[in-house]
C-alpha cells in the first residue's frame, strides 16, 4: 500500500470517526434535552398533583359545607333555628329535657328499657318533653352518622310529633341500632328501611325526599350547636327544672323503670 493510499485511509477514518462523535454527541444533546423535558413535566405533575390535593384537601367536606345551606326549619318546632322541640300537653307544669345521641349504645339501652316509660308520662301530661339531639360521637368516632340520623328525625318530625317518637324509638331498637362503631346511620337507605316501619313515614315519599336530599342536614346542625352550647357532657342525659336526674349512682341516668319513676316522682315534686 502507498503512503498516499495510507494516508488517504487515515484521513477517512478520521472522517468517519468524527461524522460519529457528531452523532454520538447529538444523540446525547437529544437523550439530555429529553430528561430535562420530563424532570420538568414530572416536576410539573408532582406539583398539579400537590396543587390538586391541597386544594381537594382544603376543600370542605360534606357537613362543613352543610353550614352555608339555607336552614330549613322542621314543622313541630319552635325558637330561632327551630331547634326547640317540645312534644306534649301545653299545660303541663313541667319539661324533662332529654339529650340523646342517635348513635349512643346507652341511649339505646336507655330507649328500649325506659322510652315507653317516658313517652307515656307526656301522653299522661305528668310533663312536657323538649329533645336536644347531640352529634359528638362522629366526632370522636369518625363518621356521619349521628348527623345524618338527627337530619332524618328532622323529617320525622316535620310530618308530626307521633311519627318523630315513634321513629326515634324505632331507631334505637335492638332489631335497627347498630354498633357504636358502625357507622350505618349515615346511610339514607338504611334510615328510609327503619322509617318504614313507623306507619306515618311508611312509603312517605315526603319524608324519604327529604332524607336522601338532606332537607333538614343544616338544622341538624343547628342541633347539635344546641346541644354543645348546653354544657352537657355526655348522653343520654335527663333534666328538669334545670336539675339531671340520676338512677341509684346518683351520677348517670335512671337505666330502669323503677329508677327513672323514682327519680321523675322526687323531680315533679321540686
Known amino acids: ?32 434535552q429529553l430528561i430535562v423535558a420530563g424532570s420538568i413535566v414530572g416536576v410539573l405533575a408532582i406539583a398539579g398533583g400537590i396543587s390538586y390535593a391541597v386544594v381537594q384537601g382544603n376543600k370542605p367536606g360534606y357537613w362543613e359545607a352543610a353550614k352555608d345551606d ?21 299545660s ?9 345521641d342517635p348513635r349512643c349504645p346507652v341511649c339505646a339501652s336507655f330507649e328500649q328499657t325506659v322510652g315507653t316509660t317516658v313517652d307515656k308520662g307526656v301522653e299522661d301530661g305528668k310533663y312536657r318533653m323538649q329533645y336536644v339531639g347531640a352529634t359528638f360521637l362522629d366526632n370522636g368516632l369518625g363518621g356521619e352518622g349521628s348527623k345524618n340520623a338527627l337530619s332524618a328525625l328532622g323529617a320525622a318530625l316535620n310530618v308530626s310529633d307521633d311519627a318523630f317518637l315513634q ?17 350505618k346511620l349515615k346511610d339514607d ?7 318504614d316501619t313507623v306507619d306515618a313515614l311508611k312509603g312517605n315519599k315526603e319524608f324519604q325526599n327529604a332524607v336522601k336530599n338532606g332537607t333538614y342536614d343544616k338544622w341538624a346542625l ?5 346541644f354543645d352550647d348546653s354544657g352537657v357532657q355526655g348522653t343520654p342525659t335527663l333534666k328538669m327544672d334545670g336539675k339531671t336526674l340520676t338512677g341509684a349512682d346518683g351520677k348517670n341516668a335512671p337505666m330502669t323503670v323503677a329508677d327513672f319513676n323514682k327519680a321523675m316522682e322526687t323531680a315533679l315534686k321540686g
Open 189 to 195: 337507605a338504611y334510615l328510609i328501611k327503619i322509617a
Open 70 to 90: 339555607k336552614l330549613v326549619k322542621p314543622a313541630n318546632t319552635s325558637g330561632k333555628n327551630g331547634t326547640t322541640v317540645t312534644i306534649g300537653e301545653d
Open 1 to 32: 500500500m502507498s503512503k498516499r493510499n495510507s494516508q488517504a485511509a487515515k484521513t477517512a477514518a478520521r472522517e468517519r470517526l468524527r461524522i460519529e462523535r457528531e452523532r454520538e454527541a447529538k444523540r446525547a444533546k437529544i437523550k439530555r
Open 92 to 100: 303541663a307544669k313541667k319539661t324533662l329535657v332529654m339529650y340523646e
Open 167 to 183: 321513629y326515634k324509638a324505632a331507631m334505637y331498637s335492638a332489631k335497627w341500632h347498630p354498633e357504636e362503631s358502625d357507622d
Open 222 to 226: 343547628e342541633m347539635s350547636a344546641t
